[in-house]
């Protein structure tokens, strides 16, 4: 059974830092690439970051010089750091295969407040 579940969400003031984790089934994490991605409400999941299995990594424009993924092979997790948050990186954050293979797991809210 794959399963997929962040953790490491919550409320920090506008500057702050933030770091997420995704613990990934095996059989997944060992195949593919792996991603972040987020979503607001009433609005599209949107591509965060990816990493490979060499350690290739991809941004979305909004994110570069701020947010760091990263992944560690033996423990089937994967990482984002998020320095010098803003208020519009306030969604809930999901991860999954890069392309999204999986059912999607509960996510975890990172809001960002003054």
């Known amino acids: 059974q794959v399963q997929l579940v962040e953790s490491g969400g919550g409320l920090v003031q506008p500057g702050g830092s933030l770091r997420l984790s995704c613990a990934a089934s095996?059989?997944?994490?060992?195949?593919?690439?792996m991603g972040w991605y987020r979503q607001a409400p009433g609005k599209q999941r949107e591509f965060v970051a990816s990493i490979t299995h060499s350690g290739s990594t991809n941004y979305r424009d909004s994110v570069k010089g701020r947010f760091t993924i990263s992944r560690d092979n033996a423990k089937n997790t994967v990482y984002l750091q998020m320095n010098s948050l803003k208020l519009e990186d306030t969604d809930v954050y999901y991860c999954?295969?890069?392309?999204?293979?999986?059912?999607w797991g509960q996510g975890t809210q990172v809001t960002v407040s003054s």
């Open positions: 999954n295969s890069t392309p999204p293979r999986v059912p």
């Open positions: 095996r059989s997944i994490f060992s195949i593919y690439a």
